[in-house]
């Protein structure tokens, strides 16, 4: 049995099951630019699973305590060429195999995490405090998730297994950036340098391996990495056991407890362009519980899915306190009954329970609780506060930009319209170097969406702010390559105000975002972060050149 991509049916329960995603793929618009197609002149379909898959309602909700990641202790103190003269704080981060049982009633499940775990330890830093990572493979030589070899950067030419670590939202270095294709192999680890020059944030940190970013991250290789400064501390927003990390994912789980990834019904390319669960993992746990008292809680919301959104809310009607996007304090608190997620987006949330003694709460992903918090009857004090103003944000001017960039995000599809490869501004990964400002300029990007599906862009190394969303006469587009505006432009919500580091863009819209380029020259990456689209072609480098004199 196989499927188009235009419906992403997930199996549960049985062979294929009954338990049905609705369509995930919306249909592409028509007539895009020419473009040069791969070798390949067909996309394969989706195969039906030939493994039993687990059934959502087959499992006991909130039986399992939520995992806590633990925090990352420093091994020592070393040298770097970088800081002549200091010793800077020395973390071992190692990628390995292990089993873990993702629910009470579910066998084991084998996964890849940093330091034998998923979410990995939390990284804490504090903003202007330098600190050395070296991230260890120690993973096995063989992997365990289908590689498609017909994929740039994926050939057979190259070990299976790849790794290369990414701080998401980090104003690092170049070469410690995590380039796609600075991978190495088991048995071999690299020292990134990370300045910590930047505000108070919840960044997160992955594989970035070129070719199987979608596989590796799949496996479990993420986990959290916060930012303080002295600022935010001065906020009296809640802290210690009381600022959690809550990190999403879905998966689909086969019923003997392997992962099970979407393929293909072409064995020699079994890429698929979007990989959607049925299941929501909260932590590294299914349908999890965690007791919290009558008091405040920060809560630190992570998308860390392939390319699912989540959709979240609270029972009992309580908002959600927002208080922070991808990259840091938003300039005041947001309430908000529902908070999307897109894939790489964060929503730092305050949360308050006081008046929920002895009684429980749901987290809810689209109406269904993935998380129970249970509320204790007693307290210690809540010196906690939520204050009316957090953090200045100082709007860019777009008008002060040196350079507005339009790019387009285009698709590539075989005659029957199926995608074979998602396209950034029409180029390959392997083109020519097309985006180059200048250190310290401020430049626009404007993101034009020819697909139909909502992409999250993602640009390495600078935070940037949304200016609008705006529609677009797509006929127009194809026909003259201009853009001509069908509405009005539409500022952008409360909390996407504030700084982020990855922005939705919508189908049939041009999204703008302005940027000043802070950090060291050198090579990065901007990309879509729904990773089925980064794997296959839809990220391309950029080079950051000095400031000019």
Known sequence: MTLSRRRFLC??????????????????????????????????TLAAPKVPLVNPASLARFVDPLPVP?????????????????????????????????HRDLPPTPLWGYEGLSPGPTIEAMRGEPLLVEWINALPTQHFLPIDHTIHGAERSKPQVRTVAHVHGARSPA?????????????????????????????????????????NIYAGLFGAFNVRDPEEQA??????????????????IAQDGQLYYPVSDDPSAPWVMQ??????????????????????????????????FFDLSLSHDQPFQQIGSDQGLLSAPVERARIELYPAERADVVVDFSALAGQSMQLRHQGEGILEFRVRDRSRRDASVLPASLRPVTRIDP?????????????????????????????????????????????????????????????????????ERRQFDLFAWNAHRTLKYTGPAQTPPPHEAGWKDTVRADPGMVTRIA????????????HCHLL????NEMMRPYQLLPAKG
């Open 175 to 215: 070469g410690s950036d995590g380039y796609p294709e600075d991978w190495f192999a088991p048995g071999h680890s690299a020292l990134y340098h990370y300045p910590n020059a930047q505000d108070a944030a919840t960044l997160w940190y992955h594989d970035h391996a070129m070719g199987i970013t979608r596989l």
């Open 515 to 526: 940027m000043r380029f802070e950090g060291e020259p050198g090579r990065y990456v901007w």
């Open 235 to 252: 906020l009296g927003l809640p802290s210690g056991d009381c600022d959690l990390p809550l990190i999403l994912c879905d998966r689909l």
């Open 532 to 535: 089925e689209h980064e794997d």
């Open 275 to 308: 990989c959607k669960g049925n299941l929501t993992l909260c932590n590294g746990k299914l349908f999890p519980h965690f007791e919290v008292e009558p008091r405040r809680y920060r809560l630190r919301l992570i998308n860390v899915a392939n390319s699912s």
């Open 11 to 44: 199996g549960a329960g049985s062979l294929f099951g009954a338990y049905a995603v609705t369509d995930a793929l919306r249909l592409a618009s028509a007539g895009t630019m020419p473009m040069a197609m791969p070798a390949r002149m067909s996309a394969a």
């Open 70 to 102: 633990p925090i990352a202790r420093a091994a020592g103190r070393r040298a770097h060429p970088a800081y002549p003269g200091q010793m800077l704080p020395y973390y071992r981060m190692q990628m390995r195999a292990y089993n873990a049982r993702l």
């Open 399 to 467: 008008a002060s930009a040196v350079r507005d960039r339009v790019l387009t995000l285009e698709e590539a599809d075989d005659a029957g319209g199926n995608a074979m490869s998602m396209l950034l501004g029409g180029k390959h990964w392997s083109d020519p170097i097309t985006e180059n400002p200048h250190q310290h300029s401020i430049e626009t990007w404007s993101f034009v969406n020819l697909t139909g599906d909502a992409h999250p862009i993602h640009l390495h190394l600078v935070r940037f702010q949304v200016i």
